[in-house]
């Protein structure tokens, strides 16, 4: 019998543990530096008050995956993510199959406690390496250096069923060559999966500061497309092909919870700062929940869920989100499937047009996806498909 709970995309639940030791220069996520440490039994009974939350929302719907991010999850105790693990297998019903994911940083410290996550139920790592060069891992804040990337590469591989780590380029100074050089050398390293992406320059950041005030210079636009050019030419002649804009993977080891994303599927977000899609009787909100960690902790232990955002998207933002998130991915979207979140139908000329300028191209009646060229402008093309 077909599973008529599923909705199209899948269901995911993301857990957000914020903290870091250090902030990176570079980066703009809900991260925090609590040198005085953190409680986690306290934090960890927030969580699970946050998920029986959102599980009365969504009765019936089976998890087929969970994803630890932040901050570093891999600071939390194996304890931690045990009790938030058990939380989510006792709130709903997971697949068998479920992959449980967990972001981690390649230190030493956080290597040793790679089979305590393992035994807790994490059964996919992903690790934030960032550069293969120890200057650049210096620029970049990075607390570990190669050595112990690469030996917290080995443990994970030999640790868990499914491994991934993310790179960055379009670092100062770097050039296709020493790229070429890097990329082959982590593909050697990886399993089946890699996530690549470019440095961007985010407001709020230190590097935001330095790159306005001049001290900072980060390849132009064309040196960095031909960077991403670079990065697809190689990771697809090593049989790790694109799937999505930044990410690689040998077919068939793709990450299931951010493809719950990219197929617009629902997917639950507890913890400070977190984010949600969730389908309901009344159609599809966006749920936000409040990003200082302490004001989060307060007001779950007061009222049990930490939301300060729980918005219904009307069905053209809606239709927005699809393309904009579906046009992402290598396998494209469902025009159909877009029409019906929409209630509108797509000009056949604009798809036309776009098609004949490069930027899109036709798959089937049904399915497009964005070019290279397109991928490059996304916002555009989403905006012109949707005009």
Not at 98 to 118: I, T
Not at 279 to 293: L, M, V
Not at 345 to 365: K, N, T, Y
Request: glycine share 10%.
């Amino acid at each position: 019998m077909a599973d008529t709970t599923r909705i199209d995309g899948g269901f995911g639940i993301y857990v957000h543990w914020p903290f870091c030791e250090a902030k990176c220069p570079y980066c703009d996520f809900n991260s925090h530096v609590r040198h005085a440490g953190v409680d986690q039994p306290r934090f960890a009974a927030a969580f699970e008050r946050e998920l029986s939350h959102f599980a009365a929302r969504t009765r019936g719907r089976r998890v087929d995956s969970i994803f630890l991010g932040g901050g570093t999850p891999s600071l939390m105790d194996p304890a931690t993510v045990g009790r938030v693990l058990d939380a989510i297998a006792g709130l709903w019903s997971v697949a068998p199959d479920a992959e449980v994911s967990m972001e981690a940083n390649p230190s030493s410290v956080e290597a040793d406690r790679f089979r305590g996550y393992r035994a807790a139920g994490v059964n996919r790592l992903s690790l934030g390496v960032q550069a293969l060069n120890d200057g650049d891992l210096r620029r970049l804040g990075r607390l570990h250096d190669v050595a112990q990337a690469k030996t917290a590469i080995g443990i994970a591989r030999a640790t868990f069923e499914r491994i991934s780590f993310d790179l960055i380029y379009a670092r100062p100074g770097q050039d296709g060559a020493a790229w070429r050089q890097e990329l082959n050398e982590a593909i050697d390293l990886a399993a089946d999966h890699l996530s690549l992406y470019q440095l961007t320059i985010e407001q709020g950041t230190p590097y935001f500061e330095l790159h306005r005030a001049g001290k900072l210079v980060v390849p132009d636009v064309d040196t960095a497309a031909d960077l991403y050019d670079l990065t697809q030419e190689i990771c697809a002649g090593r049989g790790m092909p694109a799937y999505e804009v930044s990410n690689h993977a040998v077919p068939g080891a793709e990450c299931r919870h951010n493809l719950v994303y990219w197929r617009y599927g629902d997917y639950v977000g507890v913890g400070p700062g977190a984010h949600g899609r969730l389908s309901g009787g009344n159609g599809k909100f966006a749920t936000a929940t409040e990003r200082h960690p302490e004001t989060w902790l307060a007001a779950v232990e007061a009222r049990g869920e930490g939301t300060v955002e729980d918005l219904a998207l009307t069905q053209e933002e809606q239709g927005d989100e699809y393309l904009l998130m579906g046009l992402r991915l290598v396998e494209g979207v469902d025009l159909a499937r877009y029409e019906a979140i929409a209630d509108r139908r797509i000009d056949p000329r604009r798809v036309a047009d776009l098609v004949e300028h490069g930027m899109v191209e036709r798959l089937s009646d049904t399915r497009m996806r964005a070019t290279p060229a397109g991928f490059l402008v996304l916002d555009a093309v989403v905006a012109d498909i949707a005009a």
